[in-house]
């Protein structure tokens, strides 16, 4: 279940410069196969596949799978090489090259007018630096996937704004932030004892965009023992990046755990759990939260912890307004870190379309000690199993970027400081909430609502945080004989709610 991080991003980071518009030379060169393409092609091919047995691509060939990390990061895509970089286009795409960790390549198509054209292999699209050890290229070799460019931060350049790499990961930024978090197109399965699947999204169809074009396109099929599906992804880039998702997926079998909106993202530590690392930094994460909307209104703020057992929190719901994994810290002190810039990573917001029914969001929390893994996954889990032979669609839209969006106006959670007390007995917990027009004058007339269900919590504290102009919540916890707690916490005047909900589990 943890997923490296230094897999996905094989390549990736090597590759960041921004690319002019210049000619070079055509993709038709690439073309091996024309058919004819559309979105209803792309579901009954779903569809029929879904009523077969399931069948993995061909493995690459050997030296491919056995490559070293150090010799697979030699190979670099040529930036000259872009597919439509030739062309008088908004959008431009790279390719990166099976291998290593991705031993069954993915299939990319190009449409255009309704036709797809499928790239071939060719490693001369290919960078090599440095010496490497035969490397056979046949017919099992292909593609891992690829990244789209387009003019997101200077109209001068072309930068990458979004990666399709790996299982059915992919990643995207919004203008001047870097990579972090993952989306995934499906979860399964993910933290049962029986262990997880990972399906693939094993073909690509990237539409070729006209002049003009602000709203790019893929499609992709996802396949894997248990299921099939048909994805479309509308994808615009701007202050914020954002993607309209539909999905529809056709059950092989019994679909009992399913993860929808799925995200991946990682947390080392930050002022909740600094004490258990001897590092310079005061924190390390691409994600400090778990922010929910729920269908009853209630705004829901859950700190991501690094826990030392797998946890796994379920938040019950029914017809969700939003969720996401956020990044809120974005003061590079809060870091300290001067070449992993984690105060610019993206935040991800999801947002059904339509009535998503019962079912509950998850958040799985996996321990780790490097920050070169993924350790925390959040989906949303439908309630009622997905039946074999049935169809489900579904859509959501994503916003990668600073914030969410269409929340109701209340004070958020800015920080959480979780520490010994004098003592050395009693843990004290501090909850800053953001400055607020709610907070003006005297705090006398707020009330804090604070619950436990184990150990004891004292009577809060209110005060104003002179350091940060934000308003602080504070109250001792004794955990007793308790190894878990769960914890909550809300300001109120009167009945009437006047802050998120901060939600916590505390483990010895």
Known sequence: MMISRRALLAGIAASTATSPWSAAWS??????????????????????????????????????QNLSFEDFNKIQFDLENGIWIDED????????????????????????DG?????????????????????????????SGFRLRTTLNTPSHFDEF?????????????????????????ALRTGDPGGEEFPDFTDFWVQAAAPGDTVFTVHALLNSPSTTGAYTFKISTGDTTNVDVTATLFPRVDLHHVGLGALTSMFLFDETNRGRFQDFRPGVHDSDGLLMWNGTGERIWRPLANPKELEISVFNDENPRGFGLMQR?????????????????P???????????????????????????????????????????????????????????GLPDLPRVSNTRIGKAFDKIDTIVAIDFADHAIFAGDLSDIQMLITNDAGKVSEGILQRNPGTGDVRLAFHL???????????????KGDTPVSEVWLYRWTA
């Open 115 to 143: 036709i797809a054209k499928t790239l071939g292999y060719d490693l001369s699209l290919f960078e090599i630096r440095g010496d490497l050890p035969n490397l056979p290229v046949d017919d099992t070799m292909g593609y």
């Open 478 to 492: 004794t955990p007793q004989d308790a190894t878990r707690i769960e914890l909550r916490a809300q300001l109120l």
């Open 329 to 345: 810290t974005r003061d590079p002190e809060k870091f300290g870190d001067l070449q992993a810039f984690y105060e610019n990573r």
């Open 347 to 405: 935040s991800l917001w999801i947002t059904p379309n339509g009535d998503w029914g019962a079912g509950s969001v998850e958040l799985v929390e996996i321990p780790s000690d490097k920050e070169i893994y993924d350790n925390t996954v959040a989906y949303w889990r439908p309630a009622e199993p997905m039946a074999a032979g049935s169809e489900y669609s579904f859509g959501y839209a994503m916003a990668w970027g600073d914030k969410a969006t």
């Open 89 to 112: 286009r908004p959008l431009t795409m790279d390719l990166f090259t099976a291998g290593l960790y991705t031993t069954r390549p993915a299939t990319i198509n190009i449409v255009e």
């Open 162 to 186: 979004v990666v399709f790499q790996g299982a059915s990961y992919f990643r995207a930024v919004a203008k001047g932030q870097g990579y972090g978090l993952s989306a995934r197109g499906l």
């Open 27 to 64: 993709a038709e060169n690439l073309i091996t196969a024309e058919a004819p393409f559309s979105t209803e092609w792309l579901l009954e091919h779903a569809r029929a596949l879904a009523q077969q047995d399931y069948e993995p691509k061909p493995l690459i060939p050997a030296p491919w």
